[in-house]
């Protein structure tokens, strides 16, 4: 069965740090891959998706993930984080056009 | 442009009532539509989804029942609510073509007394 991993539950940094979040999935086939983000007291929004072509993918404020096929990955990754990007960040797959699987969240807190 | 409304936004119920949470969506048409319950440690977990009137497909066995009766109406029910119902339900839609993006709507905050 298609699932996705998100191994680091809650991760704390510094202001201008740099970001990697970790994201695995199963699923031998064909893939999309998308990143949401949920800002405190607001709704989940997309942050950025990959379906096809270049495996890095730029989303918004200045994050981008990176599909490595051969790891089953697609992490998030942000060079310098801000204040403002605390949040929860959840990594999804989806395999057919009807449904896709969320992995479990990782809660980023930033250190003003 | 479109729109996804739940209510209502909180809702506190004692152990045994009924429960009905509705979601609608505006300005799309056929959209999929998608039932999850979000808990903390847990992330989101997909309970039902639909892509069309009266087409339901269930995710996870439980105490928990869904219903599409018009196109961009989604209704999650139950007949006898537990304490393990408890928790933050959240009703999404797609295009439900290959780019399928899903666009969330605000969330149902349910406590389960």
């Known amino acids: 069965a298609q699932s996705v991993s998100q191994h680091n539950h809650h991760v704390i940094l510094s202001e201008a740090a740099s970001l990697e979040l970790g994201c695995n999935y199963s699923?031998?086939?064909?893939?999309?891959l998308f990143w949401y983000v949920q800002y405190p007291g607001q709704h989940l929004q997309l942050l950025l998706k990959?379906?096809?072509?270049?495996?890095l993918v730029k989303g918004i404020k200045g994050f981008e993930a990176e599909f490595i096929k051969s790891k089953f990955s697609f992490n998030l990754r942000k060079p310098s984080v801000q204040w403002s990007d605390t949040a929860e960040y959840f990594c999804a797959v989806d395999s057919s056009a009807s449904k896709i699987i969320f992995g479990s969240g990782t809660r980023l807190s930033i250190r003003p | 442009s479109q729109t996804i409304h739940q209510w209502p936004a909180t809702l506190v119920q004692p152990v045994g009532s009924p429960l009905s949470l509705e979601c609608t969506v505006e300005g799309t048409s056929n959209p999929n539509l998608y039932w999850y319950r979000q808990a903390a440690g847990r992330g989101l977990q997909l309970l039902f989804y639909?892509?069309?009137?009266?087409?339901i497909s269930s995710e996870v066995p439980q105490n928990l029942s869904a219903s599409r009766p018009q196109d961009r109406q989604f209704i999650l029910s139950s007949k006898k609510l537990l304490l393990s119902d408890s928790g933050f339900y959240l009703c999404?839609?797609?295009?439900?073509?290959?780019?399928?993006?899903?666009?969330f709507g605000p969330g149902t905050r349910l406590t389960v007394l």
């Open positions: 639909s892509v069309g009137i009266g087409q």
């Open positions: 990959y379906f096809s072509g270049d495996p």
């Open positions: 999404a839609w797609s295009g439900g073509i290959r780019d399928n993006e899903q666009f």
């Open positions: 699923y031998g086939g064909t893939v999309n």
